[in-house]
């Protein structure tokens, strides 16, 4: 009996240490859908070598002892590109789904996938969303499989507001946003956040313009400039950004720009010196964080001659890694169970993926464009020119509610 005691918790012990590295030399796939082509190609190129980097670093040591392979497929900004992209991924064996641009595409990623999780047990798979931020995605359209990494549009206008109510020289805002649910999010919380925090601030302005189709601003600036704003509040990104703030120097427009992306490909060169001091950015993090990111922002540059700006990245493969050995296991559905209200901590520090509705909780930086120092010495596209920290706002301050009902398998 002793002799059979001791075979059964040796068999136990031998069990328990298999299960905590079974995951071990495993390959995990990730398929990133984004665009490759079209004006936004530059956003999308830069953050597919964003991940790709990362993986190789990832994959170089980490906890669970795995690999992760990257697999990029052009989702050309489009939704129905998107499903097939989708389904292209799904038929290589991968089960881990990144995308971040356009809401449109990861709304359409998240039907396809409550449909195949649903139809096809032992097949699941997850959706890692690194940039798609209309806060819907994680109140009305809330998916178990769905789990967001940025700091959603109100999130980030919580903050923004935060820091213009603390500036009494905004006087008359002008709104200008891109033409699909992101951009009418941003319009929608900015008037509302400003009139709770500004009431006597003057909205003079709100305009919306065609996603990733106008080459020209030149007149949307002259009418900002007819409207007497002091303040443009915009959520632009990629070349919708850069080409609005060139036009707005190349105008001469002197006014203070509040925006989401001014770190996009582009928009750097574009502010250049006649920026310095006018745009500011909410965000995640910044050009100059410090220690292990700082390192890895370095690396990139030194090796692709260009800027590591989608940090959040950096969080969907820590968030992973620390899952896979919490549920001893890369199964999606493991992983998903674990991944949801786990605390852990990424680059910017603690972070939380709150259980009810799959939002990260971080805190966000406004950050000012100026002549980089020796404080903040990185320059974005060589320009000279940095985005500096000016504020910080704790999780708690820029957390917004949620509204999602979330329907967990087998409830």
């Known amino acids: 009996m002793r002799f059979t005691l001791k075979t059964t918790v040796a068999s136990t012990l031998l069990a328990l240490a298999a299960g905590a590295s079974a995951q071990s030399g495993e390959t995990v796939k990730l398929a990133w859908l984004d665009p490759l082509s079209g004006l936004m190609a530059a956003v999308g190129t830069n953050q597919l070598k964003t ?15 795995v690999k ?19 389904r292209s991924a799904m038929d290589q064996g991968v089960r881990y789904i990144v995308q971040g641009n356009g809401s449109g595409p990861a709304l359409a990623i998240m039907d396809a996938l409550e449909k195949n999780n649903a139809r096809n047990p032992g097949k699941e798979a997850l959706y890692l969303n690194y940039a798609a931020v209309d806060p819907d995605l994680t109140n009305s359209k809330c998916s178990y499989w769905h789990f967001r990494y940025d700091a959603d549009t109100s999130m980030k206008m919580e903050a923004l507001t935060s820091y213009i109510k603390e ?15 992101h951009g009418q999010q941003v319009s929608k919380y900015a008037r509302q956040m400003l009139k709770d925090k500004r009431p006597d601030v003057q909205i003079v302005g709100d305009d919306f313009s065609p996603l990733a189709q106008v080459r020209d601003f030149s007149p949307y600036i002259a009418k900002i400039k007819q409207s007497g704003a002091d303040t443009v509040i915009t959520g632009n990104w990629g070349s919708d950004l850069a080409l609005l703030i060139k036009a707005a120097n190349d105008s001469g427009l002197n006014v203070k720009f509040y925006t989401y992306y001014a770190v996009t490909t582009g928009t750097p060169t574009a502010m250049g010196a006649a920026s310095d001091g006018k745009v500011y950015q909410v965000g995640y993090g910044h050009y100059n964080m410090g220690g292990e990111m700082q390192r890895l922002a ?8 260009d800027d590591m700006y989608s940090t959040n990245a950096y969080t969907v493969f820590q968030s992973l890694v620390d899952a896979f050995v919490k549920a001893k296991s890369t199964d999606p559905v493991k992983v998903a169970a674990v991944l949801e209200g786990m605390k852990f901590k990424s680059f910017n520090g603690e972070v939380d993926m709150r259980k009810s509705d799959h939002q990260l909780q971080q805190g966000l930086y406004i950050t000012r464009w100026e002549k980089a120092s020796a404080k903040y010495p990185y320059s974005p596209e060589n320009t000279g020119y940095t985005l500096a920290p000016v504020k910080y706002y704790d999780a708690y301050v820029a957390s917004t509610p949620t509204s999602c009902q979330m329907k967990r398998p087998g409830s």
């Open 68 to 86: 992760f392979e990257i697999i990029g497929i052009d989702n050309k900004l489009s939704p129905q590109e998107t499903t097939s992209a989708l």
């Open 51 to 65: 991940f790709q980097f990362l993986a190789e670093e990832f994959s170089k040591k980490n906890a669970a002892g």
């Open 298 to 305: 370095d690396q990139f540059k030194a090796r692709f001659n």
């Open 167 to 181: 500036q009494p020289e905004v006087k008359k805002v002008y709104l200008i946003n891109q033409n699909y649910a």
